[in-house]
């Protein structure tokens, strides 16, 4: 009777941790079945949104369908009635002598005149006696290029360039306009002939 009674004092305290133990475990499944119900329903959603798009494109395709087969028939006979009228039409073959000449009334010559350089004034250079012009602030080596294309070979030529001789070298090697003026080339050459 004794080990009777002891278990009746003692069960309150089994009891408040049974309980304890019993709701903890409650909480935790209708948590995990909430959450799960919650997820489930985002899949849901989600595969409901897939299957109304793809009903709506099976339903864009029908639509294609249907009208593509109420236009067939008239895109047929749109089809015969061009090639009828390209078979009813005369083939016209025009001279050969003749095309030159039509074409020619629609051709348009745009040619330019190219300046020269007047070599006599401001003197002719050599290639073989030319000078480094890139030591000349504004000329690299693409511009000293064009430069000695054009018979630009040394500092005493560019020393004698006048206006007139600028703007058609800017022309001829394409540089900007101005520049020549603006970096002083002239200046320069006369500063390093003396050197």
């Known amino acids: 009777m004794e080990s009777m009674q002891q278990f009746l004092d003692q ?7 049974f309980m304890l133990m019993l709701s903890t475990f409650l909480i935790g499944y209708f948590a995990a079945f909430w959450l799960q119900k919650q997820k489930d329903r985002k899949l849901i959603n989600r595969l ?5 798009t ?15 087969t109420e236009i067939k028939p008239k895109i ?15 083939v016209v073959v025009e ?13 348009v010559n745009y040619t330019r005149s190219v300046p020269e350089l007047d070599f006599n004034r401001f003197g002719y250079g050599s290639e073989h006696s030319r000078d480094d012009l890139t030591r000349i ?17 040394n500092f005493d030529q560019i020393s004698k360039f006048k206006e007139a001789d600028i703007r058609i070298i800017t022309e001829l090697i394409d540089f900007f306009p101005g520049r020549i003026e603006r970096d002083n080339w002239v200046q320069q050459a006369n500063g390093l002939m003396v050197n």
Do not use: M, W
């Open 11 to 17: 069960l309150p305290s089994f009891t408040g941790v």
């Open 48 to 52: 409901k949104k897939e299957v109304n």
């Open 54 to 68: 793809l009903r709506a494109a099976d339903q864009k395709v029908r639509d294609i369908e249907t009208i593509f």
């Open 76 to 90: 047929i006979k749109v089809v015969k009635e061009t090639q009828e009228e390209i078979n009813e039409t005369p």
């Open 95 to 107: 001279e050969v002598s003749n095309i030159p000449l039509r074409n020619k009334t629609s051709y």
């Open 137 to 153: 602030e504004g000329i690299g080596p693409y511009i000293e290029e064009k430069l000695f294309e054009i018979g630009i070979f």
